[in-house]
């Protein structure tokens, strides 16, 4: 705080100056529209009530609310390391954003966020036996808090639940990663769910690199399912690639009563069951593509019984053969068409594109190894391992990251319903988040000066954040 303020004068123009002044100046003003969301929503609130700290209480710096906030704001401003936390300990916006007091408090001197290895004390945390599955359930808390409060406290009647693998690349050797042989990297592979109506993330679960892609299936859906009718819908439907249709599965979900749809990997099998329908009918081609849709049966070698499937066939331009591929469904034919049955396993399409956002923009790094403690307050210590539970600390971390998006996609539901429009996470991100700002203190009153630029953008927010009905409010 007592440094000279560097000057730098660029070569491009002698009438530029820059100053570094120590004023209460933020790149990451958009912090306090992440804070608005976590208080409106009471996911912090839900989250303390359930989460055990064997703190000492007496011993007790930043509360256990504090540093889910730190954490949580750090995700979504795009800071994914610990140690951003020590190179941002002053940011004035982030102090606001993350801390529990109120009035001028959080600025005052000697407050600043967490340090990283507080933060790293908090995954410590997480990562406790108990801790763990309040943190999933709180991905899907969240998101059903949001959809109520967008469509004022009413739940969907329909939701569809879309289920995949995700690579999550890692660079070490993390416990439980493994070189994948179809990804071709050293990896993870959680299994992840994602609402496909409103796009919400809603669960995951970590997994080795070398899982199959139906590993686990059977229990992360159906307690998902559970959670789910109730609280963000009455009834929920399964989709999935043609990776997950394996017998127990697929039996979990007809005993249950919820409905799938899936893809079916061709086998020889298949190919001669759709051999019969892979003939051109007489004639020239038209100019358009033609698609031809068969319903048929099928039971596959471990399958306890023959179930509905659907062969797709359709034509590729300047292609002497037809192409094909099999859609395999619990729905009958009177209650979902095939025309129907198509169409909506294509929207599958919608669901990719929101882990593909998870991956790009939240860009989860699950790093977490052992590693030896060497030294203790510049004291020598005996090379012993650490007990932390790496996986599952790497897990936590993967989950923080979901509940992050969810906080993101509730600030970027709330710009396209107030514009109309479109937006991206990246977007939201880089015009709404990301914006630079001025904090200006007056008596025990907090200025947060923004730039011109972002101030229509979150007028259109916060308008609509009030027309939520949020619960609580």
Same mark, same amino acid.
């Given at each position: ?164 693998? &995700? ?174 049955? &198509? ?131």
């Amino acid at each position: 705080m007592g440094e000279t303020p560097s000057t730098f004068h660029p070569s491009f123009n002698a009438g530029v100056v820059i100053e570094a002044r120590v004023e209460r100046l933020t790149s990451d003003a958009g912090a306090v529209i992440m804070r608005e969301v976590m208080e409106r929503s009471g996911i912090i609130d839900w989250l303390t009530e359930r989460l055990h700290d064997p703190r000492q209480p007496h011993l007790v710096t930043y509360p256990l609310a504090d540093l889910l906030r730190t954490m949580l704001l750090l995700f979504a401003q795009g800071w994914r390391d610990q140690d951003d936390a020590d190179a941002l300990r002053l940011d004035p916006a982030l102090r606001l954003a993350a801390a529990g007091t109120r009035s001028t408090t959080p600025l005052t001197e000697g407050a600043h966020l967490a340090s990283q290895p507080t933060l790293s004390r908090l995954l410590d945390i997480l990562t406790l036996e108990p801790n763990r599955p309040v943190l999933r359930e709180a991905v899907g808390e969240l998101a059903s808090r949001r959809l109520r409060a967008e469509r004022g406290g009413r739940a969907l009647r329909y939701l569809t639940i879309d289920v995949d693998g &995700l690579p999550v690349e890692v660079h070490g050797e993390q416990p439980g990663s493994a070189w994948n042989g179809h990804y071709h990297q050293r990896m993870y592979h959680p299994i992840v769910a994602c609402a496909a109506e409103t796009g919400d993330l809603l669960d995951a679960r970590l997994r080795p690199g070398n899982a199959h892609t139906a590993e686990g299936a059977l229990d992360f859906v159906l307690s998902l399912v559970d959670r789910l009718e109730g609280s963000m819908c009455q009834v929920a439907a399964v989709r999935m690639d043609a990776g997950f249709p394996e017998e127990r599965l697929l039996a979990g979900l007809e005993r249950r009563g919820t409905p799938y749809v899936a893809r079916l990997r061709n086998n020889r099998a298949l190919d001669r069951l759709a051999g019969p329908y892979l003939r051109r009918p007489p004639g020239r081609p038209p100019a358009e593509p033609r698609l031809w849709l068969h319903e048929l049966e099928y039971r596959a070698g471990p399958w306890s019984r023959p179930r509905r499937v659907v062969l797709v066939v359709k034509e590729r331009p300047d292609d002497l053969l037809l192409d094909h591929f099999w859609l395999l469904t619990s729905f009958s034919a009177a209650a979902m068409p095939a025309e129907d049955l &198509l169409t909506h396993y294509r929207q599958r399409g919608t669901a990719e594109g929101h882990f593909g956002e998870l991956m790009d923009v939240l860009a989860p790094a699950l790093s977490s190894a052992p590693r030896t403690k060497s030294r203790y307050r510049d004291n020598p210590l005996p090379a012993l391992p650490t007990g932390i539970d790496a996986a599952a600390r790497n897990e936590a971390i993967l989950l923080l990251h979901l509940l992050a998006y969810e906080l993101m996609h509730a600030g970027r539901r709330a710009m396209e319903l107030a514009t109309h429009t479109g937006w991206s996470l990246r977007r939201f991100r880089e015009r709404v988040l990301r914006v630079g700002g001025r904090v200006l203190l007056h008596a025990r009153r907090v200025t947060l000066v923004i730039a011109q630029t972002a101030a229509g953008f979150w007028s259109a927010l916060w308008l609509r954040f009030e027309r939520f009905a949020w619960a609580g409010s």
